[in-house]
């Protein structure tokens, strides 16, 4: 079982920026993909940005490329988000999620956060 928990969400003007964490449980962290999702108002959930077990590896959603950053620190067990440049349709709960798999992948996860509000401001 993987505990996430993710942290650093908030209010931001457009145009500012801010950087998700997500502290990972898993005594082998290192040996898990993880990904970033997001839940608007009234919307499905939808892929954000994903990493390989090893950090070697990114994919982003095409809304996001060029502003939104994934990055996974092993010896701290945590992933995070950058995000710059933020849009008021960036607003949602965002969630972290893990898989026991060493390739990216942008569905299928087993593990999942409980969730950080982004709020956008225009």
């Known amino acids: 079982q993987v505990q996430l928990v993710e942290s650093g969400g908030g209010l931001v003007q457009a145009g500012g920026s801010l950087r998700l964490s997500c502290a990972a449980s898993a005594r082998t962290f290192s040996t898990y993909a993880m990904g970033w999702f997001r839940q608007a108002p009234g919307k499905e959930r939808e892929f954000v940005a994903a990493?390989?077990?090893?950090?070697?590896?990114?994919s982003h959603a095409d809304s996001v490329k060029g502003r939104f950053t994934i990055s996974k620190d092993n010896a701290k067990n945590t992933v995070y988000l950058q995000m710059n440049s933020l849009k008021p349709e960036d607003t949602a709960v965002y969630y972290c999620?893990?898989?026991?798999?060493?390739?990216?992948?942008?569905?299928?996860?087993?593990?999942w956060g409980q969730g950080t509000q982004v709020t956008v401001s225009s």
């Open positions: 999620a893990a898989d026991a798999t060493p390739f990216v992948r942008i569905s299928g996860y087993a593990y």
């Open positions: 990493i390989s077990a090893s950090g070697g590896s990114t």
